[in-house]
């Protein structure tokens, strides 16, 4: 039987088509049995997103609110701060925005259009406070506590005004919210005050942080142009330049990237192979474990427990499964990018901004963008596209959901919005389900 004039056009589309989608670096064409995208639900609106907001906008822990500085990067421009689609009074400049760890208090630092003599102002649950410069504030972890450089650079503890000998800067509270320790000028000197106390004296200190046990504290501290590292009476280095401090779960043991000649990693003591470039160390939740990115030449890896892993272009930093068995970080080569898993690479992106694990280990979601759009991607499975897609720190506070925040055009206006939305954690898929469709 001849076919119809439509069945050959139809025909010659199809072929069109197959020809269009299998050039090279096309991806997997999707099988009509393969599994749905991931179906997002609207939780909330967190109000609008302006055309000059500055990149990228800060959420709260929980990913309920979100907060950021509208403003051109121009000279003489006007910036003001915009918290869940609320709008500030202008100001010169905005510095150093925060949201306490429940997400309930949001503050930041700026100063005033053509205000002289040079003063800032400390903006805290919408009531603003004259301070000495745009030094940065704390909340503690328990967020009933707040701590900031008041006038004459008096350190403040819920407004009132604390002993600590000098000028104070970079309060930090402890795990157990129970101590406060900051960095004091006094002297010519520059010293650890914690409770009150002062330490040894240095030209500069900087780095502070506490234990997770909150029994102790470890800090940078630099004599005639060389950082030492004091810890537990110990004072470790010298160093051209030291990196952020970081403790195991534990507190048993502290890690820091160096550098003398090249970088390098620092953890029990012990000095690890030298790099051109090294990032931050990261430990396993249960300490166990220590990675962290490092760059030779052209060649990008993860040395893990000691180990180097494959060469890329780029590599991201990694993250560990609550469990400690499996890690994972992005890479790019050859212009795609995509996530690796203890070793097993997924199908490719131009970009990923993102990636973790779910509490119980067995998701992998990371954020995939292509041509200026992003998704998310759970276990292989790819959720709606959108302008922008943001994951908050507590992602998984909701059982069995997956919750960040989007950015579209907000329906009939001009500006964009931002959106709390939610996903399940695939029921029948595994993170391995990741990188099953990854294209030859």
């Known amino acids: 039987m001849r076919a119809s004039w439509g069945q050959v056009v139809l025909r010659a589309l199809a072929a069109l088509l197959i020809c269009l989608t299998a050039g090279p670096g096309a991806r997997p064409t999707i099988a009509e049995d393969a599994p749905a995208g991931l179906v997002e639900k609207r939780v909330k609106s967190l109000g609008k997103v302006l055309p000059d907001a500055r990149k990228p906008l800060l959420l709260s822990p929980n990913g309920d609110h979100v907060a950021y500085i509208n403003g051109a990067w121009t000279k003489n421009t006007k910036v003001r701060v915009v918290c869940d689609g609320r709008e500030t009074e ?15 208090r949001f503050g930041f630092m700026g100063s005033h259009i053509g205000q002289r003599p040079s003063t800032a102002a400390f903006v805290c649950d919408g009531v603003e406070k004259t301070v000495s410069h745009e030094g940065a504030f704390a909340f503690s972890p328990d967020s009933k506590h707040l701590a900031y ?3 004459g650079d008096a350190l403040m503890l819920d407004d009132k005004m604390q002993k600590t000998g000098g000028f104070c800067r970079d309060p930090v509270f402890s795990p157990d919210s129970r101590h406060l320790a900051c960095r004091v000028v006094a002297a010519g000197k520059c010293y650890l005050a914690c409770d009150g106390a002062k330490d040894q004296g240095f030209d500069d200190v900087g780095g502070i942080v506490f234990c997770p046990n909150s029994a102790g504290l470890a800090y940078m501290g630099s004599e005639r142009d060389a950082w030492f590292v004091i ?3 110990r004072k470790l280095g010298p160093y051209k330049e030291v990196g952020k401090l970081v403790f195991s779960p534990d507190s048993s043991c502290l890690a820091f990237k160096a550098f003398v000649n090249k970088w390098f990693v620092v ?20 300490g166990g474990r220590l990675a962290y990115t490092a760059t030779q030449g052209n060649a990008s890896l993860v040395v893990c427990d000691g180990k180097k892993g494959p060469e890329y272009e780029q590599v991201g ?21 995509f996530a690796v898993c203890d070793g097993k690479e997924s199908g490719d992106y131009h970009e ?4 973790g694990f779910s509490p119980d280990n067995k998701h992998l979601v990371f954020t995939g963008g292509n041509e200026g759009k992003r998704s998310i991607v759970c276990d292989g499975l790819e959720g709606p596209i959108h302008q922008d897609v943001l994951v908050p720190e507590h992602f998984y506070d909701v059982p069995g959901k997956l919750r960040y925040v989007v950015v579209d055009k907000a329906a009939g206006g001009a500006d964009n919005e931002a959106r709390l939305v939610e996903v399940d954690w695939p029921a029948d898929r595994t993170w ?7 294209a030859p």
Do not use: M, N
């Open 149 to 151: 450089c008041g006038l």
């Open 432 to 438: 391995e389900d990741a990188f099953k469709t990854k």
């Open 317 to 337: 930093q990694p993250v560990f499964a609550l469990e400690g068995k499996h890690l994972a970080y992005y890479a790019t080569r050859g212009g795609k990018t």
């Open 90 to 104: 202008f100001y010169e400049t905005l510095t150093f925005l925060c949201f306490s760890p429940d997400g309930k």
């Open 231 to 233: 810890w537990s009476g």
């Open 267 to 286: 953890h029990e003591d012990k000095k690890g192979p030298e790099f051109d470039v090294v990032g931050d160390p990261v430990f396993s939740i249960g």
């Open 352 to 355: 990923i901004t993102w990636i």
